[in-house]
Nanobody, 124 residues
Framework: QVQLVESGGGLVQAGGSLRLSCAASGRTFSSYAMGWFRQAPGKEREFVTAISWSGVSTYYADSVKGRFTISRDNAKNTVYLQMNSLKPEDTAVYYC?????????????????WGQGTQVTVSS
């Protein structure tokens, strides 16, 4: 019922920045909490950050706190992930996800919809 499409990934040097976007279809987007996850080769998909439906509450994994910022523009049906001070260990496919109950969560199975991902590669 909700389609998510990520964009903005690419190749960047360590210390650089990227901004990812997640465009959502449907008119129920504003009531959903949104999250970003990432998955590197050979590793489990891991939580990065989440934002409540209102945008008031945010939550970050310790590994990205202070470097990444999640935001949303409900009028544009879009969620953003600003990534600064990137490190090689940030290299992964980044996935956008939506949780219809609207509250913050870092648990994968609580999310109802997923995008196909966008590749982020950080070189040394």
């Amino acid at each position: 019922q909700v389609q998510l499409v990520e964009s903005g990934g690419g190749l960047v040097q360590a210390g650089g920045s990227l901004r990812l976007s997640c465009a959502a279809s449907g008119r129920t987007f504003s009531s959903y909490a949104m999250g970003w996850f990432r998955q590197a080769p050979g590793k489990e998909r891991e939580f990065v950050t989440a934002i409540s439906w209102s945008g008031v509450s945010t939550y970050y994994a310790d590994s990205v706190k202070g470097r990444f910022t999640i935001s949303r523009d409900n009028a544009k049906n879009t969620v953003y992930l600003q990534m600064n001070s990137l490190k090689p260990e940030d290299t992964a496919v980044y996935y956008c996800a939506a949780d219809r109950d609207g509250s913050l969560s870092d648990i994968r199975y609580e999310y109802d919809y997923w995008g196909q991902g966008t590749q982020v590669t950080v070189s040394s």
